[in-house]
């Protein structure tokens, strides 16, 4: 059974910080892992998505990893803002199913 | 172009009654995905849609449960609710099933903020 974990729970940094955070998954077999950001009490806004054949994903100031054999993904966020203040979450889609299970997510703050 | 509409945005409803959410997805998506995000415990998959058809559910007991409609718009129904069915639920969409052009990226709606009293 596939599980999905996020660390750091919490992050709090000054703006202009460039910082990471992690995703580890248990079952290696994934078709794809997809990053999100959610808003306080808002629906999930995509961000990044990596297919199990991809090692990394771009975009803009966002960059996602991906490393199957050891079960891991990093997002990391360059040069920080207090607009990227949100949670971010990790979602793995296990081959052979259509649905993601989702880590809990971190909460970021972004202090100006 | 549109993205992901849920309806409605909040609802509250009592113990014991049906609660029904509906979910548009993005023009030419067939796929539609269901989710529960309970508070402290993360966002859980409930059903997927697929072409009309249920494909897969999470582990959620049979009073939730749904339907696509031709246009490929969907409902959840929550019948005999009790006071945990409380959260938001989220719909979620994608190119069909094994479209390989999108690798199944699923786009999510604003969500529906379901009250239990």
């Known amino acids: 059974k596939q599980e999905v974990t996020q660390i750091p729970a919490a992050l709090s940094v000054p703006e202009g910080e460039n910082l990471v955070l992690n995703c580890s998954f248990t079952d290696s077999a994934i078709y794809n892992l997809q990053w999100f950001r959610q808003d306080p009490g808002k629906g999930l806004t995509s961000l990044l998505l990596?297919?199990?054949?991809?090692r990394e994903q771009t975009s803009g100031r966002l960059n996602a990893s991906l490393d199957k054999s050891s079960g891991r993904s990093t997002l990391y966020i360059a040069a920080s803002q207090p607009g990227d203040s949100a949670t971010y979450l990790c979602a793995v889609r296990t081959s052979g199913t259509y649905k993601y299970i989702f880590g809990t997510g971190t909460r970021l703050k972004v202090l100006a | 172009e549109a993205g992901v509409t849920q309806s409605p945005t909040h609802l509250i409803k009592t113990r014991g009654q049906q609660a029904t959410l509906r979910c548009s997805p993005i023009s030419g998506h067939t796929s539609v995905y269901w989710y529960q995000q309970a508070l402290g415990l993360g966002l859980q998959f409930l059903l997927w849609?697929?072409?009309?058809?249920?494909?897969n559910r999470g582990n959620f007991p049979p009073r939730f449960s749904g339907r696509q409609f031709p246009n490929y718009s969907s409902e959840l129904n929550v019948n005999a609710l009790e006071l945990e069915d409380s959260a938001l639920y989220l719909c979620a969409s994608s190119l069909a099933a094994g479209a390989a052009s999108s690798y199944n990226e699923q786009f999510f709606g604003p969500g529906t903020r379901l009250t239990v009293l």
């Open positions: 990596i297919q199990s054949s991809q």
């Open positions: 849609y697929d072409e009309g058809e249920e494909r």
